[in-house]
Structure formats: C-alpha cells, structure tokens
C-alpha cells in the first residue's frame, strides 16, 4: 500500500534527514523549547545540533553566516516570515551578495528556512501571515527562494538545498501541516 | 609594520586617489596608526578581523600583504577588503560585521579552538541596535571576541553626540519583573473548530 505523505511528517523527516550531516546545526527560536510549529519539526535531532537563539533576527542571520565561515551549515530558522524581515540587512547585504563582496574570498553556505503563517482556525493578524515570498524573491539576487506548496516537494526541496553550494531560502506553508 | 610605513602606503593611495587613478571611494585612517599598533600587538595572525569601509591599516597590521591590498584598491575594492587566507572580513554597512563576528566566534567556541575575533568598528556604530545585541550576546555565552571602537567623535560629518544627544543617563526605562499565568498564547487548552 502506498505511503500517504503529509506535509508535516515529510518536513519532519527532512529535517533528520539534514541532521545526518554532522556539520548541519539548526538555528533559531523554539529549536529547544516548544513554541511554534518548529519545535515538533526539530524533535527527532540530537540536542547537540540544535542552538536556541532569542529574538533578534538580524543578530540570528549575522551569527549564521559567520558560523557558516567557520564550517557549519547553519539551517536558520525563523518561525514567521514576517519576522524574517527583521534579518533583511545581513541577508541582502551580506549573504546574497558574498560572492561579489568578497571578491570570491569567502563563502557560507546555509539554508534559511521560515513559514508562512495560518489564517485558520485562529486568524492572528497581519503582522503574522502574510505571503511575502514575491518580495524575497525579487529582493534576493542569488540566493533562490523555493516555497513549499505540497508535501511532495518537501524532501527534494531540503535534499537539493543541502546539496547545493550555495545558499537557499525555504518557506513552508503553516496551513499545510 | 611600523608607523612610518603605515603613513606612506596611505600616502601612496591618497596620491593615486588624487590623480585619478582609482574610481572608487578611500577612506584613509591618518592619526589612527599609533594607537593600532599597540592593538594589533595582541592580534595573532591566525585570529579573524573583522573591519569595516576604513580597513587599510587593520588589513596591513594584520598581515595582508601591501602589494595585494594595493591592487585590490587599485581594483575599486576599497570598502570591502577581504582575505580569507589571513581571516580578515570587511563590510561597508555600519556595524553589519558585528553580528557574523559573534557567528564565528562562537564557532570557534564550539569547536574547542583557541583563535579569537577582533571586530573594529565606529562610535556611531558603536551606537546600533544590533552592535548591543552583538556584545550583549558575546557576553553572555563568554564568546573569544573583542570588539574595539575607534572613535572619532563622527559619522560622515555628523557629530555623534550631537545627532543622538549628549544628554544620556539611562532613566528613561521603568522596568519590573512577573511570573506569567498563561501560557504565551491562547489558554492551554487545544480547541476544535
């Protein structure tokens, strides 16, 4: 009988799937602690790979990278993309444009991984759900952007982001898990 | 390097500058160089850098070789300085190196290594919202880092006492302490719509 994929278990099981990389550390608020749905995602990797950061953005995007430098593959997580908007100095100024700004002298890699909220059941506001996927798209000048739109994309989505050289920018649906 | 060779480099540049030669901006550290000589003293070369627009002297005092540096100011590459091979990170955003600098620091940390992070950066930038969150945080998890604030007393041309005020003493805040009774959101129970 043929597996049923949901959106969720599949974005869990992404996620044991980056933790098998012993450079891969997740990154962000309610990677430890409950809080969001993050924290079920993340359940299944080891304490040791998790870092539990506390609410600054542009600090957690900035930390990321300069872990990156030093080898890691941070997969940053911000629970709201709302609140990724917070992050977008170290993100556009620094990360997408490394490569040029560096004249090819260093290079971080890492997955930024955030969620677009659900409008239903509990309606939480405008500052909490909305869809600013075209936004990052076009702010964004290398770094892709791929949203999550079934639970079929989820484990290719992650496989092709650990594989690639290069940084990627993966945003989940909050009404899909 | 010693003083004097810090001087004609620069002056070097500022010629070049002058003549034409190099299209895009410099900025030039004059008066600087006594006091980050003594810095650099306790700066390994194995230690990252972190610097920002105004890096020449921190690149030369940190080992980047002169000839290299020159051709990259040569190539309009003057505000963002960067060489891997002597870590030394340079960005043009006012304290945007901060935040990455903790990033590396407590890689280093993590990974039981014994290097540090030197980050240099304005007075105005020592004024940022995310320079505090930068040292708050380094402090808080004791992370190998030192960041250093060559001040100047400007920003541009702004003077930095007079655009944010000088008149600071911290008494703006009213500040207590309680014990929640809820969870953070809703009421602990799960409902079904």
């Not at chain 2, 003057?78 to 990455?100: D, K, L, Q, T, Y």
Request: hydrophobic share 40%.
């Amino acid at each position: 009988m043929a597996e049923i994929l949901t959106y969720k278990s599949e974005i869990t099981k992404a996620m044991n799937m980056l933790a098998q990389n012993p450079k891969v550390l997740f990154i962000g608020q309610t990677v430890k602690y409950p809080g969001s749905v993050i924290s079920d995602t993340v359940e299944g990797v080891s304490e040791n790979q998790k870092w539990e950061m506390p609410v600054a953005e542009e600090l957690q995007m900035g930390m990321s990278i300069g872990l990156a430098l030093q080898g890691y593959i941070p997969v940053t997580i911000f629970p709201r993309i709302d609140f990724l908007l917070l992050a977008m100095n170290q993100l556009s100024n620094h990360l997408d444009v490394l490569d040029e700004l560096t004249h090819g002298e260093f290079h971080a890699k890492m997955i930024i991984r955030t969620i677009i909220g659900a409008r239903t059941p509990l309606y939480p506001g405008i500052q909490h759900c909305r869809d600013l996927t075209v936004t990052f798209q076009k702010l964004l000048w290398n770094i892709p952007v791929a949203k999550i739109t079934e639970a079929e994309q989820v484990m290719p989505t992650y496989e092709r982001a650990l594989k690639a050289e290069y940084s990627s920018l993966i945003i989940e649906m909050a009404e899909l898990y | 390097m010693i003083k004097q060779e810090l001087i004609s480099f620069e002056d070097d540049i500022a010629l070049l500058f002058n003549e034409g030669v190099i299209h895009s901006p410099v900025h030039l550290s004059k008066g600087n160089e006594d006091a980050l000589i003594k810095i650099f003293v306790e700066i390994k070369p194995t230690d990252w850098v972190f610097s920002n627009h105004r890096n020449h002297l921190h690149a030369l005092l940190h080992g980047v070789p002169a000839d290299w540096l020159k051709k990259e100011i040569l190539e309009n590459r003057s505000i963002h300085i960067n060489n891997a091979e002597h870590r030394f990170f340079s960005s043009a955003i006012v304290a945007g190196c901060c935040p990455i600098a903790v990033g590396v620091a407590l890689a280093i940390k993590k990974q039981g290594g014994t290097d540090k992070v030197f980050v240099f950066c304005g007075d105005m930038a020592a004024h940022t919202g995310i320079f505090y969150e930068s040292v708050r945080y380094s402090e808080g998890f004791d992370l190998p880092i030192t960041f250093i604030v060559e001040d100047n007393g400007l920003s541009v041309n702004s003077p930095t006492d007079e655009t944010w005020g000088d008149d600071y003493h911290g008494d703006k805040i009213s500040y207590y302490d309680y014990k929640l009774g809820w969870p953070h959101s809703g009421s602990g129970k799960w409902l079904k719509f």
